[in-house]
């Protein structure tokens, strides 16, 4: 056949079928998560801010493994050292290696915003957003009042005062666990703090979440293919999590890219604060709290070894900024409106 019979053969078909090839050939398609990768790597800067949170959080990750010297270990013979070929970013008042304390306090930052978002966000605020924006009624009016209450409080000041009351309690309450059955390592190991900080910063994280997904939920709810599943006799589980929930997805990814820098930022404040992570268990808050004195800074400290306070600062600075800008690509990627 050739070129000018394909061409009137293209030509001769009915208009929904002049889209396809005219060797009868199909077009290459891709996936709707694979299409919203490609338009999130075309956001230079956004691909590089994700490029950089994933460098941070791997150093987090691997800090038992990249490491050059215990956490805890102090040298009174080095104290107030600059970067050198030993020490990479300097020491401390206490001689301890400042970059090791750094990627140790990055994997505090990755283990509090990972657990509190994983129960707090995603799991009790989406699980409640389904129930109150699918049964509404006295479910939706139950939930959403509590909310109000809780979200009434200043948030920060919500989470100090949590910190401050719980901890205490579940110190007590650990230390127990190991005098009764010889278990060491709950409370030095940082996992009393890790739980204190993801119970106080419950209430910054499953409100906002639950507000989200309860108002897409109550659009969803209407659509004629939920209708016909309960037509059809399918279960309320089934219905939620199986057809409400996939069309709630993006919405949810877009909130957790912005929260995540909050969570992060409020444990830095709850440990500058003594509320947080104990030492000796590093934290990149309890570090900047330390330079500082608590607010007290020292003059000279900060004057002849600014290193002690900017390492700490530009990774939470990083993560705060790379956060807000993925956040921005992924609400243009994910939203039809913002395109």
Do not use: C
């Not at 019979?5 to 005219?22: A, C, H, I, T």
């Not at 107030?80 to 206490?94: C, E, I, K, M, N």
């Amino acid at each position: 056949m050739t070129n000018s019979q394909k061409f009137e053969r293209s030509e001769n078909r009915s208009p929904m079928l002049k889209d396809l090839p005219p060797d009868g050939g199909q077009f290459k398609t891709r996936g709707h998560w694979r299409k919203i990768w490609a338009n999130f790597r075309r956001r230079r800067l956004a691909f590089v801010s994700l490029i950089i949170i994933s460098f941070i959080y791997l150093l987090g990750i691997f800090a038992p493994v990249i490491q050059t010297h215990d956490y805890q270990e102090t040298n009174l013979r080095e104290t107030q050292q600059g970067p050198s070929a030993d020490h990479w970013f300097g020491t401390d008042r206490a001689g301890r290696d400042l970059y090791t304390r750094v990627v140790w306090g990055i994997q505090t930052t990755v283990i509090i915003t990972v657990t509190s978002f994983a129960t707090g966000s995603l799991l009790l605020g989406v699980s409640i957003g389904l129930a109150a924006g699918y049964f509404r009624g006295w479910t939706d009016a139950i939930i959403m009042r509590v909310g109000e209450v809780v979200s009434a409080f200043p948030d920060i000041l919500l989470i100090i005062l949590l910190a401050a009351t719980l901890r205490p309690r579940f110190v007590q309450f650990a230390r127990d666990i190991e005098d009764s059955t010889g278990m060491t390592g709950l409370v030095s190991s940082g996992i009393v703090d890790y739980v204190v900080i993801g119970v106080a910063l419950l209430p910054l994280s499953w409100f906002g979440m639950m507000r989200l997904v309860r108002g897409q939920v109550l659009v969803l709810r209407e659509a004629e293919y939920v209708q016909a599943a309960r037509a059809m006799g399918t279960s309320t589980p089934r219905i939620l999590y199986r057809h409400i929930l996939p069309n709630v997805v993006s919405p949810i990814i877009v909130s957790v890219s912005f929260g995540i820098g909050a969570i992060a930022l409020s444990e830095v404040i709850l440990s500058f604060f003594g509320l947080g992570v104990q030492p000796p268990r590093p934290s990149l808050g309890v570090m900047i709290g330390e330079v500082t004195a608590r607010g007290g800074a020292s003059v000279s400290v900060l004057r002849d070894h600014p290193e002690q306070l900017l390492a700490p600062i530009i990774v939470v600075w990083l993560l705060i900024f790379s956060w807000n800008i993925v956040g921005d690509a992924l609400n243009d990627v994910l939203n039809p409106r913002a395109r």
